[in-house]
């Protein structure tokens, strides 16, 4: 079964971010992300 495009970005993305925010950090981007507060983050 080969993976879409988009899947394979969501892939890349958490491979890239994997270790880098705590679990509290994690916690406040999901609960921004669903009042509909735009997350930036910078690499």
Same mark, same amino acid.
């Given at each position: %079964? @080969? %993976?879409?495009? +988009?899947? /394979?970005?969501? !892939?890349?993305?958490? *491979? /890239? +971010? *994997? =270790? !880098?925010?705590?679990? $509290? $950090? !994690?916690i *406040?981007m999901?609960?921004? =992300?669903? @009042?509909? $507060?735009?997350?930036? @983050?910078?690499f």
């Amino acid at each position: %079964m @080969r %993976m879409s495009n +988009t899947e /394979k970005h969501v !892939k890349d993305i958490q *491979r /890239k +971010t *994997r =270790g !880098k925010f705590s679990s $509290e $950090e !994690k916690i *406040r981007m999901a609960l921004d =992300g669903l @009042r509909g $507060e735009y997350v930036c @983050r910078q690499f």
